[in-house]
């Protein structure tokens, strides 16, 4: 008795093994083979039958021919399951201020841009160089910030550098040593408190029309001791800056290191020709806005054109483009839908056709074809042009303002909440996560070089 289920698994296991062999290598007879096919062959087809046959209306259509029962069946099968599908996802109640309803609205995986075939606009460098820090590097440099941000002076910084462009300047002016660190914008002084942090001996030169002392005797401001202020009555602009003589009464001989912080609001079409006119090559523009939104013409807006992969727009109304833009100004506050971001005349470029200045106090309408060749001679100074990615994935940082779909991927990705917690980052006010608008540096260098 015992010795018989041992010969069958035997006999069994040989099969298996004879089933892998080629028929010329099977050194059994080629009868057996054929019996061992044909009895598989005939068993998978009852398998079949009988499954077909469990199905519904199979067993009782019996004038049907199996295959076709079996179709029917799948296919009723399918239905059933997408109407379940359906109705969850419909009772599934989505509110815009559910920060996960708010990622899974499309039906996508939170991680996905489903911005279409829009995605992010980028300039293009002339030499197709990129820095020289990686996604390691800016998680690293994130755990060393964290606890630096803790001790700012100016704890609710309200229109000025929230916690994204703050750690972004602190990293790129950390990372390239910079011999001296000009800032354009200082507001109450929070970014020059950022510089400082970055490199504590390098001087500082901040342009900006208020001294941030002026800000003490209402409350929180930072003055630097190691900074020289163009402020007050002795500001100037940077365009009007003589950089001979200021370069030459702070020692700098080379020009090519010294980091520039733009944070003014000014034309950045215009500050790339000033700094480019005065020699420097290192900028940094904080806000760097999306087509359609801000107060000035920003680079991210100048290299938004049709022939950039994830650029140009079209206004449309019944496009693709409006009809996405429509759902996902209902959840993001900075997004725009295409009335918003078309002006007279289909104009999508800057802002409705608009090349904003100064806090917007100057706006001047420019065609398409002048938009295009400003973006061609941006890209013919580009050496380098990277964009600060979020901090996190608004999952984690409740921020409701900037579209992620138009933004490139965070550091912590959504998801990671464990990193994000452990890194201490739940600690601080959501309101600081607030502010990101695409932060960018820049290399440049003169066209044709
Ligand atoms: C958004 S705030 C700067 C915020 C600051 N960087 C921070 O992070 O807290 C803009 C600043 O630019 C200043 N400003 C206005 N026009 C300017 C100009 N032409 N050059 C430099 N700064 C200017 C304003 O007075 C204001 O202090």
Same mark, same amino acid.
């Given at each position: 008795m015992s010795a018989s289920p041992r010969k069958k698994q035997t006999k069994m296991l040989e099969r298996a093994l004879s089933a892998r062999r080629s028929a010329s290598h099977s050194d059994e007879g080629d009868e057996e083979e054929d019996v061992d096919e044909s009895k598989t062959r005939k068993s998978s087809l009852s398998l079949l039958t009988r499954l077909s046959n469990h199905f519904f209306f199979c067993h009782r259509l019996n004038y049907l021919p199996w295959p076709l029962c079996l179709t029917l069946s799948l296919l009723f099968l399918f239905l059933i399951f997408s109407l379940f599908i359906h109705s969850h996802r419909a009772l599934v109640s989505v509110s815009p201020f559910d920060y996960h309803s708010r990622l899974n609205i499309f039906g996508h995986e939170p991680l996905e841009s489903d911005f279409g075939s829009l995605g992010v606009p980028w300039c293009r460098s002339k030499h197709g160089q990129t820095v020289p820090w990686t996604d390691k590097d800016l998680l690293k440099g994130l755990e060393e910030f964290i606890p630096i941000y803790e001790t700012r002076p100016i704890k609710n910084n309200m229109y000025g550098m929230g916690f994204d462009h703050s750690f972004g300047l602190w990293f790129i002016a950390r990372w390239l040593k910079p011999d001296l660190m000009i800032e354009s914008g200082a507001f109450k002084g929070h970014s020059t408190w950022v510089l400082r942090q970055a490199n504590p001996e390098t001087r500082i030169l901040s342009l900006t029309p208020r001294h941030p002392e002026k800000y003490l005797k209402k409350g929180p401001a930072y003055v630097d001791g190691n900074c020289t202020y163009f402020a007050g009555k002795e500001f100037v602009d940077f365009g009007s800056v003589d950089w001979k003589r200021v370069m030459k009464n702070h020692g700098i001989t080379d020009r090519s290191q010294v980091l520039i912080f733009f944070d003014d609001h000014q034309n950045e079409l215009k500050r790339l020709k000033q700094a480019l006119k005065a020699g420097f090559r290192h900028l940094v523009f904080e806000d760097n806005y999306d087509t359609g939104t801000g107060d000035h013409y920003s680079l991210r807006q100048i290299c938004d054109q049709f022939y950039i992969r994830g650029g140009g727009h079209c206004c449309?109304? %019944?496009s693709d483009e409006a009809r996405m833009r429509a759902k996902r100004r209902k959840f993001w506050d900075k997004a725009v839908d295409v009335h918003e971001l078309? =002006?007279?005349? %289909?104009?999508?470029? =800057?802002v409705r056709g608009y090349m904003r200045d100064n806090f917007n106090h100057s706006n001047e309408p420019i065609t398409y074809e002048q938009h295009f060749r400003n973006s061609r001679f941006v890209e013919s100074v580009l050496e380098v042009y990277w964009e600060l990615p979020p901090v996190a994935g608004p999952s984690l940082t409740h921020q409701t303002r900037y579209d992620p779909a138009r933004a490139v991927p965070p550091i912590i990705e959504d998801g990671r909440f464990g990193l994000f917690k452990r890194l201490n980052l739940t600690r601080f006010d959501r309101s600081v996560f607030n502010g990101y608008t695409q932060m960018v540096y820049v290399q440049i260098s003169e066209p044709g070089s």
């Open positions: 449309f109304k %019944d078309c =002006g007279p005349g %289909d104009a999508w470029w =800057g």
